[in-house]
């Protein structure tokens, strides 16, 4: 898992989903840590909320809460709704 050591990280190029003609190349931008080529479950993160959330909440279900929060039906989005305990 080379993306994830201090240091290392995919290309830009296959982050955004690209195909690089070259394996390995100097990166000479300065990045401050994306998230953007990593498996979901290896990213912790908080939520702030002033409501008590019911287990597990994540980011995967920001969009379907504040669509049910406007009232707009979320079907057919992958997250759910957040609990609100």
Known sequence: RVSNNPGYRVSWQTSLGGVPDDLIT????????????????W???????????????NIIDVAPSVLSFLKINPDGMEGKVFEIK
């Open 43 to 57: 990213v912790k993160g908080m939520i702030i909320s002033n409501k008590k959330l019911g287990e597990n909440p």
């Open 26 to 41: 100097p990166n000479m931008k300065p990045w401050s840590g994306d998230h953007c080529s990593l498996d979901p479950q």
